[in-house]
């Protein structure tokens, strides 16, 4: 009888063990170690037979001696994705789409698909060949390019593959597939590290690119272990709120572009719409302002986004004051409240406290610091901002307003769209071009008090 080869593996980290244990001492995480069965020994001499014919030998060659082809990226029709990734697929590479369950990672790969110019392959694990059809027809009526295959296990996908000889394949998802020559589960650790490594294989080998849609765990990561993410050239995330239309893709690793980038996308009913002009649609369209609202200038990835911070202070009816904070780090509005009570003299300490940042997506840029700031006073003033004033700086622990980076291209959306007046930090202000929006320089956070009131 063939001799079982098992090895044991954290289904949190991936870390591997001889032997069994409670805790792992890679991730510290318990009971998530679990046994799982590697190969049957008289399989490992066929491995990857039928995968990719090569037995070629490489050997060194001198950088100035390899040669490009022309145009090293394939560009899809889809400007956001090709910015993300920066510039376009490039031939060869694996990519990782991860995100939340039915945040939309199969309409994206599905719609890019559809519409890609070249003959596509996606595979499907999850769905049938019929309900990709009823999907495929609402985004896009027509597509020739493009053949859907509803497989798993990987040695059929390759040999469907040597068949049709796609131009770019998309899996969805890689927790599906399976591979022969190891025994375990699909999902489980070794399976996604093997069906991994048959797929880069053959897209190194024949310079097909590969997308893999990766599920993520509880815990916002990409489900199995981080070895995926070491392995593949690319790891972007689909996130958003699920309760909102708006999805960003943002790319956490990319070794052939920045990470940088983002692409902003709308739900809709035929498909996921590119969103070209992010500040647009992230501010409101009320005539009437309201007491409690500011616009923070924001940087996303390369490009600059105007979004509305709203903010509301009210008298606690409990003992203790709530504070929360939607889309913004409630530590840092804390932090920003101690500055407001110390520096500027405002009692907040027996106040609630609510910030949201609308359109559902969560920011990170210190630079919108100022405009929290605003917002809350204007709350708790209840004196309204004027509506063509815009805030772009950082709060510092002793309350002065720190300069923040890219401030040229800030000021310069903010102008595009329309605003007479932004607020910045004075150190900023120092060798900035004549512009025809206002630019207001504060250095204190007393001062910005008496700038807006
Ligand atoms: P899906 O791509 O299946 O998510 P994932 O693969 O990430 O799990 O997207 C599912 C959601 O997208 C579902 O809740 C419905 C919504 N949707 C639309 O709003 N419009 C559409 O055209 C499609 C195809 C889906
Ligand atoms: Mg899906």
């Not at 593996?9 to 679990?34: D, F, L, M």
């Not at 996303?300 to 929360?324: D, F, H, K, N």
Request: charged share 25%.
């Amino acid at each position: 009888m063939a001799k079982i080869k098992t090895t044991f593996y954290c289904q949190n980290c991936g870390a591997s063990y001889a032997k069994w244990q409670g805790q792992c001492t890679s991730c510290n995480n318990w009971n998530t170690i679990v046994e799982e069965i590697i190969q049957k020994e008289d399989k490992q001499s066929k491995r990857l037979v039928g995968l990719v014919k090569s037995n070629r030998v490489a050997k060194p060659i001198k950088v100035s001696d390899i040669e490009t082809s022309k145009e090293l990226r394939l560009k899809t029709l889809n400007k956001e994705f090709n910015r993300v990734l920066g510039g376009g697929i490039v031939p060869g590479s694996l990519t990782l789409l991860g995100g939340e369950p039915g945040i939309g990672k199969s309409t994206l790969l599905l719609q890019i698909a559809l519409q890609l110019p070249f003959k596509t392959l996606y595979v499907s694990g999850e769905e049938s060949a019929q309900q990709i059809k009823m999907r495929a027809a609402r985004i896009t009526p027509n597509s020739e390019q493009c053949y859907i295959l509803t497989e798993t296990k990987t040695q059929h996908i390759f040999k469907q593959i040597e068949a049709i000889e796609p131009d770019i394949v998309v899996i969805d998802s890689i927790q599906t597939l399976h591979t022969d020559f190891v025994e375990s589960s699909a999902g489980s650790i070794s399976q996604i590290r093997e069906c991994t490594s048959e797929l880069i294989k053959y897209a190194k080998e024949t310079a097909t690119p590969v997308i893999l849609i990766g599920h993520i765990t509880k815990d916002g990561n990409i489900a199995g272990p981080k070895i995926l993410e070491h392995m593949v050239d690319t790891v972007l995330q689909f996130e958003g709120d699920r309760n909102h239309v708006y999805r960003i893709l943002r790319s956490l690793k990319n070794r052939f572009g920045s990470t940088h980038e983002i692409g902003i996308f709308e739900m809709l009913s035929n498909g996921l719409r590119e969103v070209a002009n992010p500040s647009e649609i992230l501010l409101s369209k009320n005539t009437e302002q309201l007491s409690g609202n500011a616009v923070a200038v924001t940087l996303e990835g390369m490009r600059a986004l105007l979004i509305e911070i709203q903010a509301l202070v009210s008298t606690a009816v409990y003992g203790t004051p709530q504070r929360s904070a939607t889309g913004y780090n409630a530590k840092r509005l804390n932090m920003l409240l101690a500055v407001l009570e110390k520096r500027a003299g405002f009692r907040l300490g027996a106040k609630d406290v609510f910030l949201n940042i609308t359109g559902g997506i969560s920011i990170d840029d210190p630079a919108i610091d100022l405009a929290v700031v605003a917002a809350i006073l204007s709350s708790n003033e209840d004196i309204t901002i004027e509506k063509d004033i815009c805030f772009a700086g950082e709060v510092g622990l002793s309350g002065e307003i720190r300069p923040v980076n890219k401030i040229d291209q800030r000021i310069s959306e903010a102008e595009k769209l329309g605003f007479s007046k932004i607020m910045v930090s004075k150190h900023n202000k120092i060798g900035l071009k004549n512009t025809l929006i206002e630019i207001v320089g504060v250095s204190k956070i007393e001062q910005v008090v008496t700038e807006l009131f």
